[in-house]
């Protein structure tokens, strides 16, 4: 029962690296979604995907891109990185597709620090 | 545009010492009121799905209320366990099947 699966848990990267944090998800999840958590803002919507070959921008896109091939897959690239995208990086993932209530299960986060 | 803010920021009760925590929301259309429950250096956990004004949902110790402009989760009887940050979070006719977060409650309970 692994759920949503995250890696790398920790990551230190300098200003301009690029990196792709990766998400895995066994529940046959159509949607799949990537939020930043910051102090006192809450979880921001990065990009979010509601089925394989089909993703769209959340609420702070800017300096990230994601890919869906695959039902399970769900990876975030940063493409130069900037201490402003210093933060804990969450996938989650929900069934029911076009169902409206279905809660989110969430991996454990990456912990990112741009240095 | 939809928005969640939640209170207090911080709370700290004594074992047994019962209380509520707030979530407000702004939304078009409500689809559903989430409560998540996250331990430091975990992902949250879905803990409540609130759809209409007047349910009340309960599990344990917490019972989550909800009305037209808030939603509480009450805390009733707490042990240092119930420790953890509690999050909000509203699904809204605007954003599908996305969801908009509060800030969250960071709740210490001592022993």
């Known amino acids: 029962n692994a759920g949503v699966t995250q890696t790398p848990k920790f990551q230190v990267l300098k200003t301009g690296q690029s990196m792709t944090l990766q998400c895995a998800q066994d529940m046959n999840h159509e949607y799949m979604s990537w939020y930043r958590q910051d102090p006192g803002m809450g979880l921001r919507l990065i990009h979010y995907s509601v089925g394989a070959g089909i993703t769209d921008q959340g609420e702070v896109p800017n300096g990230y891109n994601v890919s869906r091939s695959t039902t399970e897959d769900f990876p975030l690239r940063l493409l130069s990185a900037a201490p402003s995208q210093t933060s804990v990086y969450f996938c989650?993932?929900?069934?029911?597709?076009?169902?409206?209530?279905?809660?989110?299960?969430f991996g454990n986060g990456t912990r990112l620090t741009v240095t | 545009e939809d928005q969640v803010t939640q209170s207090p920021e911080a709370l700290r009760l004594q074992e047994g010492e019962s209380s509520s925590l707030n979530c407000s929301y702004t939304v078009s259309g409500l689809r559903g009121l989430f409560w998540y429950r996250q331990d430091p250096g975990k992902g949250p956990e879905f803990l409540f799905t609130l759809y209409s004004a007047g349910e009340e949902k309960e599990k344990e110790r917490l019972k989550a209320t909800l009305t037209k402009k808030e939603s509480f989760l009450h805390i009733t009887a707490p042990k240092p366990e119930d420790s953890a940050t509690y999050l909000c979070a509203v699904q809204g006719d605007n954003y599908g099947q996305n969801f908009v977060f509060g800030p969250g409650t960071r709740l210490s309970v001592l022993p």
């Open positions: 989650a993932s929900s069934s029911d597709r076009g169902f409206h209530n279905s809660p989110l299960h």
